[in-house]
């Protein structure tokens, strides 16, 4: 049963645009999410989190949005740099790191 | 920037033979995690760490074991690998609960 989705394993996107990468998440007991940024054959690197007492978090051109009536939250990246073409987790928790629990990952490629 | 380390990076090995894969942070993160990664799949968590002498099983059943003898050390060891423990190994720390994850690069292990 998978409780973090991304259900697109792929997006390419012109650089300079907006990137929207996107997650589903089932358990409503989830408080805590984050995002993380992929480069091949490297660990998995920290981007930006949320709690649930918001549904905006900002960080240079990254944002994550939060709403959490329809489970979902996405992250949007803009501009979008070729440097960002990576693959970006989900992930969500419930008060603490214990138990993340990942999506699969979206393959973001920025075309220059 | 983080530092944690793993290695080897790649590993190849027979059926039935013991490894250990290692794993060192300098951070001196009391939280340690191992999480385990296939192609185009979720991370899973298979063993954390709350500090020295204290470990417990993550949500993905794992026949590996690990230790945590001093605090900058968390070392996986398989005692007989097989073709099923191939896979991607993510070492990560954390400074407290609700804090980012810092991963390691990761060992990707074929068992032939």
């Known amino acids: 049963d998978q409780q973090v989705k991304q259900n697109s394993p792929s997006l390419s996107v012109q650089e300079g645009r907006i990137s929207i990468l996107n997650c589903d998440y089932t358990?409503?007991?989830?408080?805590?999410f984050l995002w993380y940024k992929k480069y091949p054959a490297e660990g998995p690197t920290f981007l930006i989190s949320?709690?649930?007492?918001?549904d905006k978090n900002e960080d240079g051109r990254f944002t994550v949005f939060l709403n959490k009536s329809a489970k979902h939250l996405s992250l949007h990246i803009v501009p979008s740099q070729p440097g960002d073409s990576a693959v970006y987790f989900c992930a969500a928790g419930v008060g603490s790191n214990y138990k993340l629990t990942f999506g699969k990952g979206t393959l973001l490629t920025v075309n220059p | 920037e983080a530092d944690i380390y793993q290695t080897p990076r790649y590993l190849v090995i027979g059926t039935g033979k013991k490894i250990t894969l290692e794993c060192s942070q300098t951070m001196g993160h009391d939280k340690m995690y191992w999480y385990q990664q296939d192609p185009g799949m979720e991370l899973h968590l298979i063993h954390y760490?709350?500090?020295?002498?204290?470990?417990e099983k993550g949500d993905l059943s794992s026949e590996s074991t690990v230790s945590r003898i001093r605090t900058e050390h968390f070392p996986l060891t398989l005692e007989s690998a097989r073709p099923s423990h191939t896979s991607q190994y993510l070492c990560?720390?954390?400074?407290?609960?609700?804090?980012?994850?810092?991963f390691g690069n990761g060992t990707r292990l074929t068992v032939t």
């Open positions: 949320i709690s649930s007492i918001k």
């Open positions: 760490s709350y500090g020295v002498n204290s470990t």
């Open positions: 990560a720390s954390s400074i407290q609960d609700n804090s980012p994850l810092h």
């Open positions: 358990n409503s007991m989830f408080d805590y």
